[in-house]
């Protein structure tokens, strides 16, 4: 087990975002863990998204701007069987120490990785604009 939570962390890389002796656990369980996972993981989840678009959402391609950012939070929040698929991408990617804290947690810091997640697609939008283009 050691040398998988070794190579996670090393695969992973540093600490993204503020951390502080006045941070929450919680704060520093997103910036130490769920930031470096889901930068980790970007192509996976853009991939991931293009494919739930193209199943389920025929004309997401013809939205409006305006429209495709609310798909991409409406999706991630009402779609519950496609947010555990997602939440499934980050939480293979815990260690087991850092399982063990999600799990004490997992309410509030299921939030912040959603809401991470759906800030981070939402800032990628143009990339399901170039794929529109490509079909």
């Given amino acids: 087990m050691a040398d998988r939570d070794t190579f996670l962390k090393e695969l992973r890389g540093e600490t993204l975002g503020t951390v502080s002796a006045q941070s929450s656990a919680d704060e520093l369980f997103q910036n130490q863990t769920i930031r470096p996972i889901l930068k980790l993981q970007n192509d996976l989840f853009v991939a991931v998204f293009i494919n739930y678009v193209n199943k389920n959402k025929a004309d997401f391609y013809s939205y409006t701007v305006e429209k495709k950012l609310q798909t991409i939070e409406n999706s991630i929040q009402k779609d519950i069987k496609f947010r555990n698929s997602l939440k499934g991408i980050v ?45």
């Fill in 91 to 135: 939480m293979a990617l815990f260690t087991i120490e850092e399982y063990d804290t999600y799990i004490q947690n997992s309410s509030s810091l299921n939030k912040r990785m959603m809401n991470l997640l759906i800030d981070r697609l939402k800032s990628q939008v143009q990339l399901f604009e170039l794929e529109s283009n490509s079909k």
